[in-house]
């Protein structure tokens, strides 16, 4: 994963301890998901192109986004139930130039095919396989799965995170 998917972490986490410091209630969480992270991933978009920049630690096209991840989550979980947007039709330009403003996971798509050249399955090959499963809530899960070994689960990039009251190292209830 590139450095900002730490940068996007790092970001989710101030959110959470905002939350817990009371800033949010728990009825906000798609105003949160859809407006706050909607501004941030626009403000990192920005930055990326204006100032061209390159990912650190990149799996290259083994990797699901140069620097980004947890839009493709949400954005996934998003279309879990919906009637006729299956995950085969995301690599589809119809699709993606048409919906990515309605839906998460197309606007990161969209954005992908806006930087990067040549066919889909050759820039974006993890994606481009996740566009072969047939639900979405298998791609949700598989996503989940995929950032905790990709992402939480890397030392590089826990070993920024601080622990302390909002954010504790207890494991949490079931």
């Known amino acids: 994963m590139g450095r900002l998917s730490g940068h996007e972490m790092a970001f989710i986490m101030f959110l959470l301890c905002l939350s817990k410091m009371g800033a949010f209630h728990e009825s906000d969480g798609a105003a949160i998901v859809f407006s706050v992270f909607q501004r941030y991933m626009e403000l990192v978009r920005r930055l990326q192109t204006v100032y061209k920049m390159e990912p650190a630690g990149s799996h290259g096209v083994w990797s699901l986004d140069d620097f980004q991840f947890v839009p493709f989550i949400w954005g996934s979980a998003q279309f879990i139930g919906h009637p006729k947007i299956m995950p085969a039709h995301f690599v589809k330009p119809d699709y993606y130039e048409n919906f990515d403003g309605d839906f998460m996971f197309l606007g990161c798509i969209k954005f992908i095919c806006s930087v990067k050249k040549g066919p889909f399955a050759e820039h974006s090959n993890q ?42 190292l207890k494991p949490a209830e079931a």
């Open 127 to 168: 994606l481009w396989n996740i566009s072969g499963v047939p639900m979405w809530t298998k791609v949700n899960q598989g996503l989940i799965k995929m950032y905790q070994a990709e992402v939480l689960a890397k030392f590089p990039v826990v070993q920024h995170v601080f622990f302390g009251s909002l954010l504790t």
